[in-house]
Each structure stands twice: as structure tokens, then as C-alpha cells.
């Protein structure tokens, strides 16, 4: 209950004072190098650290706590490569690094098509962080066993800082009606921050609420907290009228839900069926409430009309054309690609459309060419060949679901995709033995 209470604080904080989170960005910085040095159990402290980071990108970004925009994806790099300095990494995870190595082809057939200057490097870092997180992520995880006790723990220090930044979106405009006027996704809504990313990280924030809730916390009032920490969730990513991250997340409560009445005993399968009627309860109410909360044009982003509920013509938002320009540079440069970040040229060229695309499956084909499809199918097939190992998670689809939704329709821009695809590789033990656990270790599993 501290950290939960903690963190209402500091989205408080953020609401007040919202320069305060530069401070307290390098503070759980330190905070976390301190543990993965002091601590025995490096690699739960390593994991812990990326976790928190992963699920406070989003918050840190949005008030302005980073110096670089890219801060977040550094720094699970950085704390996963100590990691690997304690404990090294399994020779057979070394296929990711072939995954990454495939990409930087494209490096060099950029240089050649764009002006060498500080533009070029930034779009260079920008595009190759989330594949390199990816990399280290997947890396440090392949191979590697956790208790399930463990891997909660991991869960809770990700969702921690989103009960921050869902605190502070609330009361960054505490009245919806006052900003909402159209069905387009919207900052106002989001903290002032982009819709896509916020829905993003709210939405993995709902799916691991509802796996506790299926798994309950064994601490009631903790439980209990959680539990409304969900409908929280649910229902600020649903205002921010970016529909990508919502649906991600119902996606992955739909698999996990059916896993989980697979597994589960005859009695258990009762009780799931009671709390999914009590979910399915929850989600309407909260979905009624959304739609009065802004009369009505929640439901009209959903049903892919205007403000006026005249229905659009391209429920992708534009997202279909920029695809079909990706294969159609893919077949043009179909060995090599056309450069890493050069899709946004391309578009410029020849849709005359100034936006970069959010998906990471089809720029592979046109950026990296016959190498991208090679590094996706690395991405696709090493999984799948880690469950053919005898490997256990209960959360490996779900985890494998967000990673390639998310990147199909946010890129890789967050560094959240990129890590959850590193935690399907683990391996989870079930039936652990009870250790002896610290007091301090006791209050952060919940």
C-alpha cells in the first residue's frame, strides 16, 4: 500500500508543481542504480528497475521531467546492460542480436539518400531505440526463470507510475466537457500529451489490473484499491478517444481470459465466469458514463463517425494509404529498403502527406526491405521456439499480442513493446518454495 499511496502523491505533486518531476526523475534514477548495485538479486532488481521505467516514460514525458525525449528507452538499456554485466545473457539469445544487426543496412542506405547532419542522427537514434531496447530487452529475459511472485512484483512497479499520471490527467482537466468538441483523439483529454501513447500505457495498465483480478492481491484492501485503480484506468484511456491502445488491451483480457480458463480447475472456471459477468458489468457502466460524459461523441469516435454522426470513409484514420505506400516502396527497393526514417520522405513524395507512419511492421518492408522481413520473422519465430523449450508463462500471448498490435499501430515510440516482448521470454516457476522474504520485499508484492 506505500508505493500505491506514494505514487498518488507524487501525481499530486505533478499537478501542483509539475518542474518538481525533473527532480524526481533523477531520484528514481539513483533509486533504482542503487538497488541493482546493492541489492543480492540483480536480476530482480534489474527487471524492477526497467519496469518502473517502462510504465513512467509516458508520465515523465508528458511533464517534462526528460532532457532527451528518448530518456526512457535509455535508461531501461542502461539498467538491463548492467544487468548483463553481473549476469551475462544465454548464447542462443544472441538471435536478436542478428535481429538488429539486420537493420543497420539500412543505416548506411539512408546516409547515402539524406544530408549527414544533426537531423540525420536524430532520426537514426529515434528509429533504432525501440528496436535496440527490443534487442537488449529480449536479450537479458530469453532463458531466464522468475517466480510468479516475482514477476508480480515486476507488473506492480510498471503500474505504479501510471496511478500518477492517471491522477494527474484527471486533474488536468477535471470538467471533460469543457474540451471535448469533436471525436478526434485529443490531448486535452491526455494530460497534454499525445492521445496515442497515453491510451498506449493506460491500456497495458488496465490488462494487468484485470489479471490481478483474476489473480487477486492477497492483501484485501490492497485488492480492493486496485480494483478501482482499474476502472480508473479503463476509463481515462477510453477519453482520450485514441482507440488503438483500448483495443489492444481488450485484446489481450480476451486471450488472457480464455488461457486462464484453460488452465484453471473445475471450481476455479466458476469463479472466473462470476468475475468475468462482474467485469463485462464494469465495463458497461464505465462505458455509459463515458458516453454521457461526452455527450455522446465517445460513442460516435467508436462507430467511426464525425462529431455529427456522419460515418467517415476511412476507419484507419489515413493509416491504410500510408501502409500501401510502405509495400509500394518496398517494391521498389525490395533487398535493401529505402533507408531508415526515410518512409516520411517517402510519403512526402508521393502522397504529399507530411506524417511519419506509426507502423513498425510495414516500414520493416519499406525502410529494411527483404532484411526487415528476415529480422520480423526473428522477432516472430524465436517465441515461438522458446515455448517449444518447455518455457511456462501464463502471460506469453497476451505479452506477444501487445508487442506486435502496438507496434502496428504506435510504432515503437514508447519503450513499453519493446520490454513486454522481453518478459514473454521469460520463464515463470509456479510452484516455488517460500523464502524467507524482508519486511521492505513483503510491502512492494502487495
Known amino acids: 500500500m506505500f508505493f500505491v499511496f506514494f505514487h498518488v502523491g507524487v501525481g499530486l505533486l505533478a499537478t501542483i508543481f509539475k518542474p518538481a518531476m525533473i527532480v524526481y526523475f533523477l531520484v528514481v534514477v539513483a533509486y533504482f542504480l542503487y538497488r541493482i548495485f546493492v541489492l543480492p538479486n540483480k536480476q530482480r532488481e534489474v527487471l524492477i ?39 551475462g545473457f544465454k548464447r542462443s539469445s544472441l538471435t536478436y542480436f542478428i535481429y538488429f544487426l539486420l537493420l543497420l543496412p539500412g543505416v548506411y542506405i539512408a546516409f547515402l ?32 526463470t522468475v517466480t510468479l511472485k516475482e514477476l508480480f512484483t515486476f507488473l506492480n512497479f510498471l503500474v505504479y507510475p501510471i496511478i500518477s499520471m492517471t491522477l494527474y490527467i484527471y486533474f488536468y482537466n477535471i470538467d471533460i466537457r469543457d474540451v471535448v468538441t469533436g471525436t478526434a483523439s485529443t490531448s486535452a483529454t491526455s494530460g497534454g500529451y499525445g492521445p496515442n501513447q497515453v491510451a498506449t500505457i493506460l491500456g ?45 488491451s481488450a485484446a489481450m483480457i480476451a486471450v488472457f481470459t480464455g488461457v486462464f480458463y484453460l488452465v484453471a480447475s473445475i471450481r476455479k472456471k466458476f469463479v472466473l465466469t462470476y468475475r468475468v459477468i462482474a467485469v463485462v458489468g464494469a465495463c458497461l457502466a464505465i462505458w455509459t458514463f463515458s458516453v454521457l460524459q461526452t455527450d455522446g461523441l465517445i460513442a460516435n469516435r467508436y462507430a467511426n463517425k464525425d462529431a455529427l454522426g456522419r460515418e467517415k470513409e476511412d476507419v484507419t484514420t489515413g493509416r491504410a494509404r500510408l501502409i500501401n505506400a510502405d509495400f509500394q516502396a518496398f517494391a521498389e527497393n525490395p533487398v535493401f529498403g529505402i533507408g531508415v526514417g526515410r518512409s516520411k520522405h517517402f510519403y512526402e513524395e508521393r502522397l504529399n502527406i507530411e506524417i511519419p507512419s506509426h507502423n513498425e511492421v510495414s516500414r ?77 520485499q513483503a510491502i512492494e508484492e502487495g
Open 49 to 87: 528497475a526497467a519496469s518502473y521505467m517502462v510504465g513512467a516514460e509516458v508520465f515523465f514525458r508528458m511533464t517534462k521531467a526528460y532532457f532527451l525525449y528518448e530518456t526512457g528507452k535509455y535508461m531501461v538499456i542502461v539498467y538491463i546492460l548492467i544487468g548483463m554485466l553481473y549476469q
Open 364 to 440: 520493416l518492408f519499406s525502410e529494411h526491405g527483404a532484411l526487415g522481413i528476415l529480422a520480423l520473422l526473428i522477432l516472430l519465430c524465436a517465441p515461438i521456439f522458446s515455448k517449444t523449450q518447455g518455457r511456462k508463462n501464463i502471460y506469453f500471448l497476451p505479452f506477444i499480442i501487445f508487442w506486435i498490435l502496438t507496434i502496428a499501430h504506435s510504432s515503437m515510440r514508447i519503450a513499453a513493446p519493446a520490454f513486454i516482448y522481453g518478459l514473454s521470454l521469460l520463464n515463470i516457476e509456479y510452484n516455488e518454495k517460500k523464502p524467507t522474504v524482508h519486511r521492505q
Open 204 to 248: 497495458l495498465g488496465v490488462f494487468i489490473l484485470y489479471s490481478r483480478f483474476l489473480i487477486p492481491y492477497k492483501n484485501k484492501l490492497v485488492h480492493l484499491v486496485m480494483m478501482f485503480l482499474l476502472l480508473a484506468f479503463a476509463h481515462r484511456a477510453i477519453i482520450t478517444f485514441s482507440r488503438g491502445g483500448v483495443y489492444v
Open 113 to 144: 539518400n539524406t544530408e549527414f547532419n544533426d537531423r540525420f542522427r536524430q532520426d537514426i537514434l529515434f528509429n533504432l531505440s525501440g528496436p535496440l531496447c527490443l534487442t537488449i530487452a529480449a536479450m537479458y529475459c530469453f532463458g531466464r
